[in-house]
C-alpha cells in the first residue's frame, strides 16, 4: 500500500492525540464529541485499511482493475472496514447525548433529572437507527460474497428499515404531507397518507441504496458521490442549527442527523484516499448499502426525506436514465461501466447490443467487402482493366455492382413512417424503440443501425451517466471521468440548496 512519509505520520498522530482530547474535555457537549470520535473513524480506517488487505485477498475476496493496462490483484469489499469502524464509533458514542442524565447526581439536579425524564424514545430512535445500518452493513457484505441476484436483494434495504419505521410509528411519527399553495384549494391544506407514508419511506431506503450502487464502477466515484452528499446533509444542518427560524424539535432532528453523518465523513475520508485513482482497494457492494442506508436513517428520523432527495438529483437523473435497461425494455448486460481503451488509456462509452444476429452479419460483409476490395486493388496494381477499375470504384463508395439490381422495397405502414414501431427485423418491442428513439432524440444516447436500410438499430451506448458524460466530452481518463462526476454532484447540491431555502418559499408558506 506504500510508506508514509514521517511527517504524514506525525501529522495524523497529532490528529488522533487532538481529537482524544477534544472527547475528554467535552463530554458534555455531544456534537463536540462526536467531531472527534469522526476524526478518529477516520484515521482508523486510513490506517486499518492497508493492515487488513492481505487478510482479504487470502480470503477470496479480491478481483483485477479492468480499467488499467497492469492486471493487479486488488482487495475487495473494503467498504466493510469502513462500516464496521462506522459502528464500533457509534456505539462508542452512544452515552454522550444523555450525558447529563448520568451525571446529574454529581451535578446536584437528581430531582429535576430522574428515570422518569429520561429521553427513552431518543434513545430508541439512536438504536433503531444503528440497527438498520448494521443490517445494511453486513447484508452488504452477503452480496459481495454470495453474488444475490437483483430480484432478492432490492427489497433488502425496505426490510432493514423496519426498525426504524417501527420506532418512528411508537413515536408518533407524522404520517401527513403539506400541500403547496397552487394546490390547496383543491387538496387541502394537509393529506395524510397513512400507511402509505411507510410504504414512501420504504422505497426511500431502497432508492438511496441501490441509486449509489447503480451509480458506480470506476475509481472512488461511489464514495466521491456519497462524500459530496454527505457533505451536502451535513451544511443544510449546521443551517439550521445556526437560524434564528428554527425551533426546538428542528434543532434536535438536525442534531441527531449530524451524529450520524459526522463519522460516515470521517470514514469514507478515510477509504476514499486508497479508493481515489489509482485504487489500491474495491469497496464493493457493502459501501453502497452502508452509505444509502445511514442517508435514509437520517432522513426518515430527521424528517427531511423530500430535502435528501434533492441531493440525489443525479442519481435521481441517472436512475430515470437507466430506467429502460433495468426495467429490461432494452438489453441490459451485467457491466455497464465505460469501456477501457488500452490504446489511449482512456475511456470510452459501452455499448450495448440491440440485434447480436444483424450486426454479426454487418461485421461479416464490412469485412468481405475490405477483403474483396484489397484483393481487387492487388490485381490492379498489375494493371487493371476498366471494368476492374469501376470495382473499385464502386467498393470505395461502399457499394458493389449487384445492389444495382432494382430490388422491390418493403412497403412501410404509417406507424413504422413515423418511428412509433420498430422497423422489421428489429428484436426491440414497441416501447423498448420508443425509448431508444426518444432518449437518441434527446442526445442521451448514441445509436448504430444498419447500413442497408438505416433503421434497423445495432447497438447503442449503455444508459449511465458516466456513459453520457463520456458521450458528450469524449473519451477521458478514469480519475478525470470521477472528478467530473463529483462537480456534477457539487453543482447539483447548489441547486439544491437554492430550491431549498429559495424557491421553496413560493409553493409553501411555512418552512422548517
Not at 463530554?27 to 485499511?49: C, K, M
Not at 411519527?173 to 387538496?187: A, D, M, N
Amino acid at each position: 500500500m506504500g510508506q508514509v512519509s514521517p511527517v504524514t505520520a506525525w501529522l495524523i498522530l497529532a490528529a488522533g492525540i487532538g481529537a482524544v482530547f477534544i472527547i475528554l474535555t467535552t463530554a458534555h457537549d455531544p456534537l463536540t464529541v462526536n467531531f472527534g470520535f469522526s476524526i478518529l473513524a477516520g484515521i482508523t480506517v486510513w490506517s486499518a485499511i492497508p493492515a487488513l488487505s492481505d487478510i482479504f485477498v487470502k480470503a477470496g475476496l479480491k478481483g483485477m482493475d479492468l480499467s488499467k493496462k497492469s492486471k493487479q490483484i486488488i482487495p475487495e469489499s473494503m467498504g466493510m472496514v469502513a462500516g464496521l469502524i462506522y459502528l464500533v464509533t457509534m456505539f462508542l458514542f452512544i452515552p454522550f447525548p444523555f450525558m447529563k442524565w448520568f451525571t446529574a447526581s454529581r451535578d446536584g439536579d437528581l430531582q429535576e433529572l430522574t428515570l422518569l425524564t429520561f429521553p427513552n424514545l431518543k434513545l430508541a430512535e439512536l438504536l433503531s437507527a444503528l440497527l438498520s445500518v448494521q443490517s445494511m452493513v453486513f447484508l452488504g457484505f452477503a452480496d459481495d460474497v454470495l453474488d444475490i441476484r437483483w430480484r432478492f436483494k432490492m427489497p433488502l434495504p425496505a426490510i432493514a428499515a423496519i426498525p426504524l419505521l417501527m420506532v418512528y410509528w411508537v413515536n408518533s411519527g407524522v404520517t401527513y404531507i403539506v400541500v403547496p399553495i397552487p394546490l390547496r384549494s383543491f387538496l387541502g391544506q394537509l393529506i395524510d397518507l397513512g400507511a402509505l407514508y411507510y410504504v414512501y419511506m420504504g422505497m426511500v431506503a431502497i432508492f438511496c441504496t441501490h441509486s449509489i450502487n447503480i451509480m458506480a464502477g470506476i475509481n472512488g466515484v461511489e464514495v466521491g458521490q456519497s462524500l459530496v452528499i454527505a457533505c451536502s446533509i451535513a451544511i443544510n444542518d449546521v443551517f439550521f442549527l445556526q437560524s434564528d427560524k428554527s425551533g426546538a424539535p428542528a434543532i434536535e432532528t438536525h442534531l441527531f442527523s449530524l451524529y450520524f453523518i459526522l463519522p460516515f465523513i470521517g470514514v469514507s475520508l478515510g477509504l476514499l484516499i486508497h479508493n481515489w485513482y489509482p485504487s489500491k482497494v474495491f469497496i464493493g457492494d457493502t459501501y453502497c448499502y452502508f452509505a444509502g442506508m445511514t442517508f435514509a436513517v437520517v432522513g426518515i428520523l430527521a424528517h427531511y426525506s423530500k430535502t435528501l432527495l434533492l441531493f440525489f438529483i443525479p442519481q435521481i437523473f441517472n436512475f430515470l436514465l437507466s430506467s429502460p435497461q433495468l426495467f429490461r425494455l432494452v438489453p441490459c448486460p451485467r457491466h455497464r461501466v465505460p469501456r477501457y481503451n488500452r490504446g489511449t488509456n482512456l475511456l470510452e462509452p459501452s455499448r450495448v447490443v440491440l440485434d447480436q444476429e444483424a450486426l454479426d452479419a454487418e461485421s461479416f460483409l464490412s469485412q468481405h467487402a475490405s477483403d474483396q476490395k484489397q484483393s481487387v486493388q492487388r490485381q490492379g496494381s498489375l494493371g487493371r482493366s476498366p471494368s476492374t477499375a469501376s470495382l473499385i470504384s464502386s467498393l470505395n463508395d461502399g457499394t458493389d455492382q449487384s445492389s444495382s439490381i432494382a430490388r422491390p422495397a418493403t412497403p412501410l405502414s404509417a406507424f413504422q413512417r413515423l418511428q412509433l414501431v420498430p422497423p422489421p427485423g428489429s428484436q426491440l418491442r414497441r416501447l423498448g424503440w420508443l425509448c431508444v428513439k426518444l432518449l437518441e432524440a434527446l442526445g442521451l444516447t448514441h445509436v448504430r443501425y444498419d447500413s442497408k436500410t438505416g433503421q434497423r438499430p445495432l447497438e447503442m451506448t449503455n444508459l449511465t451517466i458516466l456513459n453520457l458524460i463520456l458521450l458528450k466530452t469524449g473519451p477521458m481518463s478514469e480519475r478525470n471521468l470521477t472528478v467530473s462526476v463529483m462537480v456534477v454532484q457539487v453543482v447539483c447540491s447548489i441547486i439544491a440548496f437554492f430550491i431549498r431555502h429559495r424557491l421553496v418559499y413560493f409553493v409553501y408558506d411555512v418552512v422548517s
